[in-house]
């Protein structure tokens, strides 16, 4: 199965700017998880969003939040951005919260 | 504190040779083990998985061991083809239903020379 998409691609932002990210499901899949993936790093979980409800939270502070809509596509909002935010960031989704998960391509987030 | 670590960022393999990729642990709790693969400009894929509750899974070429006293897995790639170079992450979770909370090691980098 594949059909994970995200935008954008590449990113550049500002210190203290916010930024939006998004993520398409693939059909037929409910849940949504986000994840930072630093450079040299493997990814880390930022949230799980299931059924437009949050379904779990990583380690990451509260200026990250993200949205699930009717359709099963997502966002992730960070305010106030850090450069310690400069990262890819990932999106996968799933059949359901415990179900294998198909991953986008990721966005490159630079922060300046 | 990295509680799951591929100690090795690289590892180069003729090609029809054998690729073992290792990968530790430090958290007994977790239950469930998962590689992925991932290439340059697209996100990870899963590769194969194992519950703590087997010390080996099997899927066509590839092969996870699970060592649970030494708290270390690795994922045998036998025979390595071209298309096996990779970045490969090694993954944990307490459960299986809880696989998104995942912990993930930083990668080791496949290169299968022809």
């Known amino acids: 199965e594949t059909g994970v998409t995200q935008s954008p691609t590449h990113l550049i932002k500002t210190r203290g700017q916010q930024v939006t990210l998004r993520c398409s499901s693939q059909s037929g899949h409910n849940t949504v998880s986000w994840y930072q993936q630093a450079l040299g790093q493997g990814p880390q979980f930022i949230f799980q969003?299931?059924?437009?409800?949050?379904?779990g939270r990583g380690n990451f502070p509260p200026r990250f939040s993200g949205l699930q809509f009717p359709n099963y596509s997502s966002e992730l909002n960070v305010n106030a951005l850090e450069l310690d935010d400069s990262a890819l960031y990932l999106c996968a989704t799933s059949r359901d919260r415990g179900s294998e998960q198909f991953f986008g391509p990721g966005t490159r987030l630079t922060v300046l | 504190d990295q509680q799951v670590k591929q100690n090795s960022p690289s590892l180069s393999v003729q090609e029809g040779r054998i690729s073992i990729l290792n990968c530790d642990y430090t958290n007994s709790m977790f239950d469930y083990f998962l590689w992925y693969k991932k290439y340059p400009a697209e996100g990870p894929t899963f590769l194969i998985s194992i519950s703590s509750i087997k010390d080996k899974n099997e899927d066509g070429r590839f092969t996870v061991f699970l060592n649970k006293s030494a708290k270390h897995l690795s994922l045998h790639i036998v025979p390595s083809q071209p298309g096996d170079s990779a970045v490969y992450f090694c993954?944990?979770?307490?459960?299986?239903?809880?696989?998104?909370?995942?912990?993930w090691g930083a990668g080791t980098k496949l290169i299968i020379k022809p």
């Open positions: 993954a944990a979770s307490g459960s299986r239903d809880s696989n998104y909370q995942l912990i």
């Open positions: 969003y299931y059924r437009e409800e949050e379904n």
